[in-house]
Structure formats: structure tokens, C-alpha cells
């Protein structure tokens, strides 16, 4: 059984759920409290020094970074729906992953720590640089899913949970991205059960 350490308000930690729940694998779920700062206790730098989640344990293997987690999960249980195996295919997962992590989760990560986690004492020219920013990808987004259901196709990847997980979180902090294609893309993702089981409480 793998463990996961996890926080339900962290959209990394939340993507792995995802993935475990739709391969239907066994996982115990560790909670790490960083509303409180557990992240940042000895106990848990001791596991993970970057005093983030997700960490996964499997066996010996200690695992940090969604992604790599991701990647991980799909190589050791062959899951090739969510990861393909085909070059080019792959490639296009792999595109909208690093685009998530490195040009929407920075964006994300200014809005919602500062609108909702840090309340009066958000940065508020952390917010209007991240809303500058959402301005610019949100119709990079949306024409990426003109032509089709899912970032690469007919069928959701691991880019699909990854970037679904940014948008939830987002609007926690009541913003939506604009774009027709993204809404509906979104209200897929929201049909799936395993996505929808990664969410945090109501």
C-alpha cells in the first residue's frame, strides 16, 4: 500500500489522489497540517526537506514533486491511458505538465495564498501580478482545448489532472479562468469520480 502525505487544500497532493483513485490503487492517506505548520516541523522535513506536499512512500522509495509522482505511479502499474506510451503523444502530456508547473501554478499560487490563505495580510501586488499573468494563459489554455475534449486528445492524461487541480484551486478563491472550452473541459473533469474524490470537503 502506498502513503501519501497530504494536506486536502494543496492541488499537488490532490492530483495524486486523482491518479490513485482512478487506477484503483491502495494508499493510506497521512494529513499534514500546514494551516498549522506541521509542514515545516522536524517529523516532516525529516521526510520531505522542501517542507511541501505530496510525499509518497512506497516500500524503501521516498518521493517528492506531483509530477515525478505521477510519472512514477504510471510507469510502475503500466498505466498508459493516463500516460502514453506513444512518443508524440506523450510529449503533448508532458508540454501541458511543465506549462502547468511552470507558467499556471505560479499564477495560481499568487491568487489564492494571498486572496484566501493570507486574508488581510495577502500581498496585493502578488495578486494583481497573478491575475496579469491568468490573463495571459487562461486563452493559451482555452485554445488548447478547441479541437478536443482533453489537453491531448479524446481521453484525460495525468496533464489533465494536474492542470483540473490548479483550476479547483482557483476557485476556492472564487476565480474561474475565462473560455467556453475551458468551462466545458472542466465540466468533464468534474464527471469523473476519481476527480472529484481528491477534493476537500465541502
Known amino acids: 500500500m502506498y502513503i501519501l502525505y497530504h494536506f486536502p487544500y494543496s492541488q499537488h497532493a490532490r492530483r495524486v489522489v486523482s491518479l490513485l483513485e482512478a ?3 491502495p494508499y ?20 520531505n526537506p522542501n517542507h511541501q506536499v505530496p510525499t509518497l512512500l512506497d516500500g524503501d522509495l ?10 512514477y505511479l504510471c510507469h510502475k502499474h503500466g498505466l498508459t491511458d493516463w500516460y502514453p ?25 499568487d491568487i489564492v495564498r494571498n486572496k484566501l490563505f493570507r486574508g488581510d495580510k495577502g500581498d496585493l501586488a502578488a495578486i494583481a501580478r497573478g491575475e496579469a499573468n491568468l490573463r495571459e494563459l487562461a486563452p493559451i489554455l482555452d485554445a488548447g482545448l478547441a479541437a478536443q ?4 486528445g479524446p481521453k484525460p492524461t495525468i496533464a ?5 487541480s490548479n483550476l479547483f484551486q482557483l ?6 479562468p475565462p473560455g467556453a472550452h475551458t468551462a466545458a473541459w472542466y465540466q468533464r473533469m468534474g ?3 476519481a476527480f472529484r474524490k481528491s477534493l476537500p470537503p465541502a
Open 171 to 176: 476557485g476556492l478563491a472564487k476565480v474561474s
Open 62 to 71: 521516498v518521493l517528492h514533486e506531483s509530477n515525478a509522482i505521477l510519472r
Open 191 to 193: 464527471t469523473l469520480d
Open 23 to 25: 487506477a484503483k490503487l
Open 160 to 164: 489533465d489532472l494536474a492542470v483540473a
Open 149 to 152: 475534449d482533453f489537453l491531448t
Open 85 to 109: 506510451a506513444d512518443p508524440k503523444h506523450r510529449a503533448r502530456v508532458e508540454q501541458w505538465l511543465d506549462w502547468n508547473q511552470c507558467r499556471l501554478s505560479p499564477a495560481v499560487i
Open 28 to 47: 493510506e492517506l497521512r494529513h499534514v497540517d500546514m494551516a498549522s505548520g506541521a509542514h515545516l516541523s522536524a517529523a516532516y522535513l525529516a521526510i
